[in-house]
């Protein structure tokens, strides 16, 4: 079996240090010949460098773009945040296959996105959504009926929207079953992620938002189903890791040998399901809408969002604020007309969406730091 070259995009961050324990463990299955990395630890980078002695390597979006331009097998990117958009397109344009994990690209860029995407170009990395493009091999398009998003409920699950008015950021970081980044663990705190990963599905595999559900799965073992039209439903599982979706970002179609380790299955276990509490966490519904009004819409939330988390990292806001501070700025966004997006376009929505939800937080902080 030849060798892939891959270039890794945020090699510093939780999805580039897992697919470089990959390479490391299946060096006459993976290459690296690219890495770039945002710059928050230049050390770390220093070392990937040192160690993998990649072709190119580079800090900063730009670095990223160029990379993901690059000749190789797959590009996998996993940046965080509405910076990945240039390198997803460069990717596409290259031809290359894009091991996808950076989510708010293909979400913010829509069909600016999917338009450039050859047929299988985009493999999901997100488990949910690495879940779903494997349960769909069990039946052809006109068969499913319905895909099933898992969500664990994030560390505030059964809690009432009043019980999150004073939870603090120590708290929204301690996710129960996932250790990731900062940003997206609290958004799996406020379930914006998982409001994010219904636009996602629903671009990857053409499925129309009512055919698309959230169910609250507490251990996170089982990743994701898809429903036919027969009655199955296929479900994928394992114990909660990201090595399984990174290592099929990689290998798609194939397989990694013991990229994880399996369940245990003479163990007894439990598996619960629980409808998703919208009143509470109204994330999920908020970003339905978004999906559905198209064109930048979902740029606006997913931008909005990010601007909020800072605020909420910084102390600037509550933790509640997040959500409703997103969908004013939601409201307040006049989607364009036309059907057809431009870089330009998606980059100006984002910049509104941002300017639009610092505007709103200042008042929200001022009212935050007032003494009772």
Same mark, same amino acid.
């Not at 996170?220 to 990174?246: C, K, Y």
């Not at 798609?252 to 009143?279: G, I, K, N």
């Not at 988390?309 to 989607?335: P, W």
């Given at each position: 079996?030849t060798?892939?070259?891959?270039v890794?995009?945020?090699?510093?961050? @939780?999805?580039g240090?897992q697919?470089?324990?990959?390479?490391r463990a299946n060096p $006459?299955?993976?290459r690296?010949v690219g890495?770039?990395a945002?710059g928050?630890n230049p050390e770390l980078?220093?070392?990937?460098?040192?160690?993998?002695?990649p072709?190119f390597?580079g800090?900063?979006e730009?670095?990223?773009?160029?990379?993901?331009?690059r000749?190789?097998?797959? +590009?996998?990117?996993g940046i965080t945040?509405a910076?990945g958009l240039r390198?997803t397109?460069a990717?596409?344009?290259?031809?290359?296959?894009l091991?996808?994990?950076?989510?708010?690209?293909l979400?913010m860029g829509?069909?600016l996105?999917?338009?450039?995407?050859?047929p299988?170009?985009?493999v999901?990395?997100?488990?949910?959504h690495?879940?779903?493009?494997?349960?769909?091999r069990?039946?052809?398009?006109?068969?499913?009926?319905?895909?099933?998003l898992t969500a664990?409920g994030g560390?505030f699950r059964g809690?009432?929207?009043?019980?999150?008015?004073d939870v603090?950021? $120590?708290?929204?970081l301690?996710?129960?079953?996932?250790?990731?980044g900062?940003v997206?663990?609290?958004n799996?705190?406020?379930?914006?992620?998982?409001?994010l990963?219904v636009?996602?599905a629903h671009?990857?595999?053409?499925?129309?938002f009512?055919?698309?559900d =959230?169910?609250?799965?507490?251990?996170?073992?089982v990743?994701?189903m898809v429903?036919f039209v $027969?009655?199955s439903?296929?479900l994928?599982a394992?114990p909660?890791?990201m090595m399984?979706p990174?290592?099929?970002?990689?290998a798609?179609? $194939?397989? =990694?040998?013991?990229?994880?380790?399996a369940?245990d299955w003479?163990?007894? @276990?439990?598996w619960?399901?629980?409808?998703l509490?919208?009143?509470?966490f109204?994330?999920?519904?908020?970003a339905?809408t978004a999906?559905e009004?198209?064109?930048?819409?979902p740029?606006?939330?997913?931008?909005?969002n990010?601007a909020? =988390?800072?605020?909420?990292r910084?102390?600037?806001?509550r933790?509640?604020?997040?959500?409703s501070?997103v969908a004013?700025?939601l409201?307040a966004?006049? =989607?364009p007309s036309g059907e057809?997006?431009? +870089?330009d376009? +998606?980059?100006?929505a984002?910049?509104?969406?941002r300017a639009?939800a610092?505007?709103l937080?200042?008042?929200?902080?001022?009212?935050?730091?007032t003494?009772?």
């Amino acid at each position: 079996m030849t060798a892939r070259d891959i270039v890794i995009l945020g090699s510093t961050g @939780s999805i580039g240090t897992q697919a470089l324990d990959l390479v490391r463990a299946n060096p $006459d299955r993976f290459r690296v010949v690219g890495l770039t990395a945002g710059g928050s630890n230049p050390e770390l980078f220093e070392a990937q460098v040192a160690e993998f002695a990649p072709a190119f390597s580079g800090l900063g979006e730009e670095a990223s773009t160029e990379a993901a331009g690059r000749e190789c097998d797959v +590009v996998l990117n996993g940046i965080t945040g509405a910076v990945g958009l240039r390198p997803t397109l460069a990717a596409l344009d290259a031809g290359t296959t894009l091991a996808l994990a950076n989510k708010e690209s293909l979400i913010m860029g829509g069909s600016l996105v999917t338009e450039r995407a050859k047929p299988g170009q985009i493999v999901p990395v997100d488990s949910e959504h690495s879940a779903l493009a494997q349960c769909l091999r069990a039946g052809s398009p006109g068969d499913v009926r319905r895909l099933v998003l898992t969500a664990s409920g994030g560390p505030f699950r059964g809690r009432t929207r009043d019980d999150l008015a004073d939870v603090t950021l $120590d708290e929204a970081l301690q996710h129960p079953t996932w250790s990731m980044g900062p940003v997206i663990t609290i958004n799996s705190a406020t379930l914006v992620n998982k409001g994010l990963e219904v636009i996602e599905a629903h671009l990857l595999f053409g499925i129309p938002f009512d055919r698309i559900d =959230v169910v609250v799965h507490p251990t996170s073992d089982v990743h994701s189903m898809v429903e036919f039209v $027969d009655g199955s439903t296929i479900l994928q599982a394992s114990p909660p890791t990201m090595m399984i979706p990174i290592a099929l970002g990689l290998a798609w179609p $194939d397989r =990694v040998p013991d990229a994880a380790p399996a369940f245990d299955w003479s163990t007894p @276990s439990t598996w619960e399901f629980f409808p998703l509490d919208d009143e509470a966490f109204p994330a999920v519904s908020l970003a339905r809408t978004a999906g559905e009004l198209g064109g930048t819409a979902p740029a606006v939330y997913n931008a909005a969002n990010e601007a909020c =988390v800072e605020a909420f990292r910084t102390g600037r806001i509550r933790f509640v604020d997040i959500i409703s501070t997103v969908a004013d700025v939601l409201a307040a966004h006049d =989607v364009p007309s036309g059907e057809h997006l431009t +870089v330009d376009d +998606v980059l100006a929505a984002d910049a509104w969406a941002r300017a639009e939800a610092s505007a709103l937080i200042a008042p929200k902080q001022a009212q935050k730091d007032t003494p009772a």
